[in-house]
């Protein structure tokens, strides 16, 4: 089955810094990959997805992330943070049956002024 | 509607209490999840209902949780003698199934505190 290690529990950058938040996935078949964002007392938000097109995945709010099947990783990353970037990020990996969405335990980022 | 809404927002309740979350998925979706979220941790996935077949409940973890949805409507998720491990943030989400990844839309959750 298919699974997802977010290798970070906590990451903490200063505003206008790089963010870099790590997942490592493992999946028997070509998987399809997201990244949500839970900001405190809200639901759940797609920030991007991939589903085997470009490697190099763009979001909302100038994030992106990378597909890369040589390490099995998709780590999201920022050039320049924001306040507003303070938030839980989820990685989610799922293949085959749409149902079976795995979640990471999460990474939870804050940003200093 | 024009979101995932989920009643309700907080609950409290004591232990061997019975409890019923509710969850109103964005009209036409055909596929709804319930996922629990326990403080700190990721979403432990529970159940998964996807038109008129059978539901995926193997997440449920224990026969005290049960949930049900009438069509492609209202979806209500009852915990029997409810537990403190029970104590968490579950989380609807609904989708329109179609070619290619889906993506969820999530409800802003109901926490519920277990005394």
């Known amino acids: 089955a298919q699974s997802v290690t977010q290798l970070d529990s906590h990451v903490s950058v200063s505003e206008g810094t790089p963010v870099l938040l790590r997942c490592n996935y493992s999946?028997?078949?070509?998987?399809?990959l997201f990244w949500y964002v839970q900001h405190p007392n809200k639901g759940l938000q797609l920030l991007l997805k991939?589903?085997?097109?470009?490697?190099l995945v763009k979001g909302i709010n100038g994030f992106e992330a990378e597909f890369k099947k040589s390490e099995t990783s998709f780590h999201l990353t920022k050039p320049s943070a924001h306040m507003s970037d303070a938030a839980e990020y989820f990685c989610?990996?799922?293949?085959?049956?749409?149902?079976?969405?795995?979640f990471g335990a999460g990474t939870r980022l804050t940003v200093k002024p | 509607g024009a979101g995932v809404s989920q009643s309700p927002s907080n609950k409290v309740t004591e232990k061997g209490k019975d409890v019923e979350l509710r969850c109103d998925p964005i009209?036409?979706?055909?596929?709804l999840y319930w996922y629990r979220q326990r403080l700190g941790q990721g979403l432990e996935f529970l159940i998964y209902?996807?038109?008129?077949?059978?539901?995926?409940k193997s997440g449920l973890p224990s026969d005290r949780f049960s949930a049900e949805r009438t069509g492609e409507s209202v979806s209500t998720l009852t915990i029997q003698r409810t537990q403190q491990e029970d104590s968490a943030v579950y989380l609807c989400?609904?989708?329109?199934?179609?070619?290619?990844?889906?993506?969820?839309?999530f409800g802003a959750g109901s926490r519920l505190t277990v005394l």
């Open positions: 989400a609904s989708s329109l199934v179609r070619g290619g990844a889906n993506v969820l839309t």
């Open positions: 999946s028997s078949y070509s998987p399809s």
């Open positions: 991939y589903t085997s097109a470009a490697t």
């Open positions: 989610v990996v799922t293949q085959g049956n749409n149902n079976d969405m795995r």
């Open positions: 009209s036409g979706h055909t596929a």
């Open positions: 209902f996807q038109g008129n077949s059978a539901p995926d």
